[in-house]
């Protein structure tokens, strides 16, 4: 799976990071958003972020490897 999160940075700015292979998890009373690599044995976390440093986050669908894929995919859009 893919994980975009939005995120806010200094100044206002706002800062799109995207993360391949990868499952969330939010903590329910501190709002903390994990990000988790997922692998066939465990998932090790390569990522955090404070309830007041995201805007939000989602998942995306998988990225087209192979042209043909990428061709079906512009097809649907």
Do not use: K
């Amino acid at each position: 799976m893919r994980i975009q999160v939005t995120l806010r940075m200094p100044g206002g700015n706002i800062q799109l990071r995207t993360y391949e292979n990868a499952v969330a998890l939010v903590h329910p009373g501190s709002h903390v958003l994990q990000i988790f690599q997922d692998t066939l044995r465990h998932n090790r976390l390569i990522a955090e972020y404070h309830g007041d440093a995201y805007l939000s986050w989602e998942y995306l669908p998988p990225q087209p490897t192979s042209r043909a894929e990428q061709l079906l995919h512009q097809n649907r859009v």
